[in-house]
């Protein structure tokens, strides 16, 4: 299998350290379970007064028509490793928080959670700042599960996100994120000679003294610049 290693500064688990975004996907199914384990973890991710603003259509390569539908979404660039991917979901966000409901006894504990969480921020209806930031962190959970089970994703910012609105119904209020692109790692010989290139590009991040900083912005932590002196 191929890796995509990459040299870290400080220890991290190795789901987070495995994890990147391949262009070569295996035609392997991905299991309905696994499908389902993926999404549970998007769903306990944290968001701002529980409001869970995300949401996600699936497209499979079981269902033929859904997946080309979904599929005609993304830029023909991205279309030309994506295709291969068994999978694709694209994550939606929702703009505004939920109004308050009247309460009613026979409701579950988790439903009359979120109405006291409405009705302590009198926000209901009012647009949430946060939603896009919110559906991020279940799609986060949603990557690391992913490892977990030898699966990976590469999230797709190129997209037609006003087709996507339009095939999907997507109502006012929602907003597409990103589509991901979802499966088991394939053989990066298979790609065309451009993809197979980027395929094997060493995984670059900033270091932590570039945008971790200490009382005002710009100012590095005494914590990064002591290492970098100690070397």
């Not at 979404?73 to 409901?101: G, T």
Request: hydrophobic fraction near 40%; charge should be neutral; proline fraction near 7%.
């Amino acid at each position: 299998m191929l890796e995509n290693p990459t040299n870290i500064q400080y220890e991290v688990h190795d789901f987070i350290r495995g994890r990147w975004s391949p262009l070569a996907f295996s035609n392997r199914t991905v299991e309905r379970e696994k499908l389902l384990t993926l999404l549970e973890a998007a769903r306990w991710a944290p968001s701002s007064y529980n409001q869970q603003p995300w949401n996600f259509i699936v497209a499979t390569k079981d269902h033929p028509a859904e997946y080309e539908r979904m599929l005609s979404c993304v830029f023909h660039e991205n279309k030309r490793w994506a295709q291969n991917a068994p999978v694709l979901i694209l994550s939606v966000a929702k703009l505004y928080f939920d109004p308050p409901n009247p309460l009613n006894p026979d409701d579950t504990i988790e439903n009359l959670m979120r109405l006291v969480a409405n009705l302590h921020t009198k926000r209901g209806g009012e647009g949430n700042p946060h939603a896009f930031h919110d559906v991020g962190m279940a799609v986060a959970n949603l990557t690391i599960q992913a490892i977990a089970l030898n699966l990976f994703v590469h999230q797709i910012a190129g997209f037609y996100s006003d087709k996507a609105k339009s095939l999907f119904h997507i109502p006012q209020g929602y907003e597409p994120v990103c589509i991901m692109a979802i499966g088991y790692l394939g053989d990066s010989q298979k790609l065309p000679e451009d993809l197979r290139l980027r395929e094997l590009e060493p995984r670059i991040r900033k270091p932590l003294e570039e945008f971790v900083f200490i009382e005002r912005w710009g100012h590095s932590s005494p914590v990064f610049t002591s290492h970098i002196k100690s070397g």
